[in-house]
């Protein structure tokens, strides 16, 4: 479990509080939206207080329509324009090439799969810091969108059109994100964290996790046999295991996720069991049917779940106070 991190993501993130320069780049450009808006919002202010007092007078009507009606909202308009496409394409990134990451939305959650590595989470984004990484965003089912706000913008999970954007977070922390379109009952608890590691610690959690989990002990194995024999492993993978259910999400390191539900739950022990008994109850319209086990069996099978957990060294996120 990492423990370090249960603190992390409970504030609310900020895009005007970036973390990475995506995210810079988009306060910059808010900052001169407002300005810019303010601005015209005053000039026109005035302009209606000053035609209100020159009812009478003539003014030259026509020159008056060129300037104010043509000339400056073309200046005004271009600027915001221009600068808002350049500010665009840089955050979503080059088309071209492989994405090193790929997220698919899914009603409610998120899978994350390294391509290259063969490595597949869910609801944890892990990058390194300092450096700008590549994900294509897919969805599954409906149209989600892909949210880190100290990160980057915004980018819609369009079924059928993958979609690029650039994460890049200046150091080492954890961020929180979330679906940004509302995707059915349960979109306001579709979140997820990204987490940036040191550039070595992240190829050390990549290496960790391609690795299938070591076999479990006593207890976790009856918790095993319980995975395998019950529903879950009809809808869970754990690598290296016969569980290969593609429907949600991939388990195979689920111990050393900070949270579980996408984002609903603390990852505790109590809330593991709740989880598994009554995921209706939690949240209502998620795929996740209710299961009917012991206690001896539930508890089994949170230990075997917990012991799921092949980097467990706990990361090192104190750098990280938001
Ligand atoms: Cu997924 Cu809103």
Known sequence: MMAGLG????????????????????ESLWWVLLVLGTVVFAAVAALIVISWRMQRREIAVNRFVLVGGVLLPAIVLGVVGVETVRSTNAVLGPAEGEPDIVVVGEQYW?????PDAGVETANE???????PVTLEVRSADVIHSFWVPQLAGKVDMIPGQPNRVVLEADRPGVYRGTCAEFCGAQHANMRFVAVAHEPSEY????????????????????????????A??????????????????????????????????????????????SPQQHKPGTLMPPTDLSEAELEALVAYLESLDPDDTDIDADADSS
Do not use: K, M
């Open 110 to 114: 998120w899978r994350v799969t390294y």
């Open 232 to 277: 879950c492993a009809g809808c869970h993978t754990v690598e290296g295991t016969p569980a290969q259910g593609e429907v949600g999400p991939n388990l195979t390191d689920v111990g050393g996720r900070q949270e579980i539900a996408a984002g609903l739950l603390e990852n505790t022990h109590e809330n593991l069991r709740s989880w598994i008994s």
């Open 125 to 131: 984004v892990h990058i390194p810091a300092g450096r």
């Open 7 to 26: 603190a992390c993501g409970d504030g609310s993130p900020s895009t005007l509080d970036p973390e990475g320069p995506g995210a810079n780049r988009i």
């Open 203 to 230: 190829e050390a959690w990549l290496e960790a996790r391609g690795e299938p989990p070591p076999p479990p002990a006593a207890l976790e194995r009856q918790g095993e046999a319980v995975f395998q024999e019950q």
